[in-house]
């Protein structure tokens, strides 16, 4: 048996792994459809390709134009392949995204964001974005996430939709302006 690995372009590369033309030119077309790819490969040779879609969340668009209203811009910083993110992008209303992020740049984004004077809401469900979350001002982790995001956000929201971070936003806004007028 030899040494198998499954990943994205860039872990075979570190690895030395080779891709065949012809499975790359199958995963160009297929990443040219807005799917996530994941190469399966074992030794140095890859095998194969699979495609992995992640279908938008329904209320995307609305949760993306809400959280405007209250102020706030909207950045997509995923792990996932640019295509796929772009279109995700795209269907949700977002201008600015950002692929291929592993989870140190995604801390770094939170960092460069942060020192530009910017406060950083941070919403992730997974392994990769917990170090995001935790250093950003507030995090979310969203839905049934891995228990190490909820552990590093400061808020877990369980409602499976986008518009709870909104929600939450402005529930917290009340709460400041109550607290004020008490004082």
């Known amino acids: 048996a030899g040494s198998g690995v499954v990943g994205s372009r860039e872990v075979l590369a570190e690895r030395g792994v080779a891709i065949d033309p012809d499975l790359d030119d199958a995963a160009r077309r297929l990443a040219a459809q807005g799917v996530s790819l994941a190469f399966v490969a ?20 609305e949760a993306v134009a809400r959280l405007r209203k209250l102020g706030l811009s909207v950045t997509l910083v995923s792990g996932d ?62 839905g049934r996430g891995a228990d190490v995001a909820i552990h590093a956000a400061d808020v877990v929201v369980r409602a499976p939709r986008l518009g709870a971070i ?18």
């Open 81 to 142: 392949h640019a295509d796929a993110v772009a279109m995700a992008a795209s269907r949700a209303g977002i201008d600015e995204c950002y692929a291929g992020m592993r989870p140190e740049q995604k801390v770094e984004q939170v960092r460069r964001v942060r020192e530009a004077g910017h406060g950083v809401l941070m919403a992730g469900d997974g392994i990769n974005d917990a170090a995001a979350l935790a250093a950003a001002d507030v995090g979310f982790a969203m």
């Open 166 to 183: 909104a929600d939450a936003i402005g529930l917290a806004r009340a709460t400041l302006r109550r607290v004020r007028e008490n004082l």
């Open 42 to 61: 074992e030794d140095a040779r890859a095998l194969g390709v699979v495609a992995l879609v992640d279908p938008p969340r329904p209320d995307a668009r």
